[in-house]
């Protein structure tokens, strides 16, 4: 039995508040969604119910879908839309672009610390790959976000760009290298030198450019094969003159960026109505340290709030005890450093990547101490 009651004036708003949805997540596919339109949706279904699952359509061409709703830290099937509800929106079709750093740490093994750990479980025993490099941590996770974006059928744009340095030593003139030295005018204008007195040169390479598949499966064999070809292509040799790849903390990582920024900061022209969204990923064999320019990272900093375009950083190894991303500044007289406030930092190991959130949790907590949180956190 159902019984209906009415509410009156006084209790409405003690009803409302017991119904709302405090956050509501929408996906939306295969179109062109601007702020403007998110906001206009929002207010045209104020004090309406929304469900889990439903499929919604406005007059002025919205297409989307809830996906899940929240009121407080529950999950709930159903909610009212307010004022204070907080609608996110997922888009499904993006335009993202992988910067994948090939430096040194790509080809050594890493660090069996989580296999072996892992290794001595009692449910997992067999088929445990204890040691691979880190380029193969890349594919395993390639393998799958691949079949994740599968089942969630999306058709995003994808665009893949390996970036490296290198680093030219001579073994005649104590590890420095003459411009003259170099095969032509091009290869010696390409050379540039650092605060440190090295000389050195940047490369990217575009190994997949705008693809939308159903099988993204297909692409990994794309990916391999220009990861084999790189180290021919960017000319590295121990014969003299050196050429050499940085390492991930002495890598091209600003210059990437805006090397992609270029590109996304002219969104508003020729845009793609099937696409919402632009993401870049970086994908990293550091810790999240990087010695970057001062100035080159404020320009990049103010580029990226100016566009509203985000980044996010993949690690693929272990997390260092501090906060990360972190930047150290050169500078001829003296190093400091600061922190990357525009792009958060990922582990590709699940348990490495709680761990590294706790870490910045006591961070927050210390440096804004709130007893009893404080306190909380370092029992669990």
Known sequence: MVTVRKIGKSDEKSALESVKADYVTMTIKDQFISRGEMYQFQQANLRKWMFAGERLKTNEGFRGSVMKLRHGINEVKYGIVTEDTKITFRSRSARIIWLVQISSEMYEYASPYESSKRCHSKISKRNERICEIYFDKFISFIHRLFEKWKDLEVSHSLTVIFFSRTFLLSKKRSNNWNHTNATDKSAASAVKEDVYGRLYEDHLRIVVENETRVDWESLVYEIKRHFVKYPAEVGWTLSDPIRIPSTAGQGNFLEAINTTLNLLQLHYMDRDLHRSGNSIVLV??????????????????????????????????????????FFLYRSSAKLRYGHCMYSGLSMMDLRVEQRLRKIQSLYKMITHPTHHNFIQALIE
């Not at 320009?299 to 501090?322: A, F």
């Open 284 to 325: 990293t064999a550091g810790s999240g340290v990087f010695e970057v320019d001062k100035e080159l990272a404020g320009i990049t900093k103010q580029r990226m709030m100016d566009n509203g375009i985000g980044s996010d950083c993949l690690s693929l190894g272990l997390p260092p005890l501090h906060v990360a991303p």
